[in-house]
């Protein structure tokens, strides 16, 4: 809490009145770039903000003309930064500082010292607009902009933070941003960082970060389908570490093991960890029973399996696995130059009765796909065609098939998932999950507002498109026989 102290400095009457005539003339300048000029060829623009501002942060700097100090103290020190300040520029940015300057000049505020260290930024933005930060400042930041309301630089910071979620760091920085918008109850944030964490999982499990997620974000990681990771089985290992270096109370271990999708795990890797794992010993009996269904579902097939389970539930969804019996990777080189196409294969499903039983997948790429409706026109009193629009306007389009059908195809469906990878600050991350309906061979809404064409498009990595193509085995209910 701020503390009041002392009385209003004496201050030449000039110097406040140059300062808001800085400020005035600020405004004024920028209304008179944007005034209608009459068109007159011969007007032109003096533009000396830069100049403006350079004066304003000078003010600040020297300390010319102020008539209000800012004492900042931590409680790590007995010393107090003090900041010489102008009452009208600190009242215009935040109505903190108006109610606290309104009958007093000489405040005195308490900072913790991750904020403290970041005051002179905070005030150099209330003069000149402007700061520059680092990935670890973007909390501080947003605490001194929340707490003093200048809304302008809160808003600037929430986005720096989305924006740099790809940003590598030595110790990681989304898990913390996630909980920091959890605590502010900015839903936006959360749903961002959630979101990057989901895509990139496979990157998280393995860094320093790992270890600080919290119980929460933990089980909502673990509740959703589009988790991004090699297999289920990655998951279960970064799960087993993250209990051992954690050590949460048996309920909530419990809890956490049985969000673990035990029919994705293969029959021997299941035997594996009932032998070797400390976790899953120490807890087996609150997963048995998930053990036991999971060597029932790869001991039958599917279709008997599901007459007497319920298929529709999390625990037989696949999430996105990059193993390669989930799908390809697919590089396209120069991908607005024409139309491609090509093959590969994925397992019939994930159960072990079906194992050694392939389904080959086609695959159509084109950079600029017309529908019908828009596609040239031709007349036969005409020569040439009626072009209703230019073919640069056509769309990316993705398309894909079965090469083949097959009996074994009964009660179950294919999910396609279509996961873009861009390179963002050094590293090949997922910018897009593209999820194909499962009656629909293509996604309507692919690359929609990427433009293939420029070679700098966020989109191309070195001009190659990076995709991968993910089918997902779908199993449906049938007719559960009665007993």
């Known amino acids: 809490m701020a503390r009041l102290t002392g009385t209003r400095p004496v201050a030449a009457c000039r110097w406040g009145c140059t300062a808001t005539a800085f400020l005035f003339l600020l405004l004024t300048v920028q209304a008179a770039q944007k005034a209608d000029l009459s068109g007159d060829a011969t007007a032109a623009t003096i533009n000396h903000s830069l100049t403006l501002l350079q004066r304003l942060q000078e003010l600040l700097q020297n300390g010319n003309g102020s008539d209000s100090v800012l004492r900042v103290r931590t409680a790590a020190s007995d010393e107090a930064k003090v900041f010489h300040t102008h009452q009208l520029l600190l009242s215009l940015q935040s109505e903190v500082f108006e109610t606290l300057l309104r009958n007093q000049s000489v405040v005195t505020l308490h900072e913790p010292p991750e904020t403290a260290a970041l005051f002179e930024k905070f005030i150099r933005y209330l003069y000149c607009g402007g700061v520059s930060i680092l990935l670890h400042q973007a909390i501080p930041m947003h605490q001194l902009a929340s707490k003093y309301r200048v809304w302008g630089l809160q808003r600037g910071v929430a986005d720096y933070m989305k924006t740099h979620l790809a940003s590598e760091s030595s110790q990681g920085h989304?898990?913390?941003?996630?909980?920091?918008?959890?605590?502010?109850?900015?839903?936006?944030?959360?749903?961002?960082?959630?979101?990057?964490?989901?895509?990139?999982l496979s990157a998280v499990l393995g860094s320093a970060e790992w270890g600080s997620v919290s119980v929460e974000l933990l089980l909502l990681l673990l509740e959703r389908s589009d988790l991004v990771l090699h297999s289920e089985l990655e998951l279960y290992t970064a799960v087993e570490?993250?209990?051992?270096?954690?050590?949460?109370e048996g309920p909530v271990a419990e809890r956490v093991l049985r969000a673990i999708r035990y029919p994705m795990i293969a029959p021997s890797q299941l035997f594996r960890l009932q032998a070797q794992s400390v976790v899953l010993a120490r807890h087996y009996s609150a997963v048995q029973d998930l053990l036991f269904q999971a060597?029932?579902?790869?001991?039958?097939?599917?279709?008997?399996?599901?007459?007497?389970?319920?298929?529709?539930?999390?625990?037989?969804?696949?999430?996105?696995?990059?193993?390669?019996?989930?799908?390809?990777?697919?590089?396209?080189?120069?991908?607005?130059?024409?139309?491609?196409?090509?093959?590969?294969?994925?397992?019939?499903?994930?159960?072990?009765?079906?194992?050694?039983?392939?389904?080959?997948?086609?695959?159509?790429?084109?950079?600029?796909?017309?529908?019908?409706?828009?596609?040239?026109?031709?007349?036969?009193?005409?020569?040439?065609?009626?072009?209703?629009?230019?073919?640069?306007?056509g769309r990316p389009r993705l398309v894909i098939t079965p090469a083949m059908s097959s009996p074994d195809f009964a009660g179950v469906s294919f999910q396609k998932t279509v996961l873009v990878g861009v390179r963002q600050q050094g590293r090949v991350l997922v910018k897009h999950a593209y999820n194909f309906h499962q009656s629909s061979d293509e996604a309507a809404d692919f690359l929609a507002h990427a433009d293939l064409q420029k070679r700098t498009s966020e989109y191309l990595i070195d001009n190659s498109l990076h995709l991968h193509i993910i089918i997902k085995p779908v199993y449906h209910s049938l007719i559960k026989v009665k007993n």
């Open 295 to 393: 060597f029932q579902f790869h001991a039958a097939s599917p279709l008997h399996f599901a007459k007497y389970f319920d298929v529709n539930c999390s625990m037989f969804l696949p999430r996105n696995y990059l193993a390669p019996s989930w799908g390809s990777q697919w590089v396209i080189n120069n991908p607005a130059r024409d139309d491609r196409s090509t093959s590969f294969q994925t397992q019939l499903g994930p159960s072990s009765h079906d194992a050694g039983k392939r389904v080959t997948w086609n695959v159509l790429f084109s950079p600029r796909w017309l529908p019908i409706s828009l596609r040239p026109v031709y007349s036969d009193s005409v020569s040439s065609a009626v072009q209703a629009v230019r073919i640069e306007d």
């Open 241 to 248: 570490g993250w209990l051992g270096h954690r050590q949460p």
């Open 174 to 200: 989304v898990v913390g941003w996630y909980h920091y918008a959890v605590r502010i109850g900015d839903v936006a944030l959360q749903e961002s960082c959630l979101q990057f964490l989901a895509w990139n």
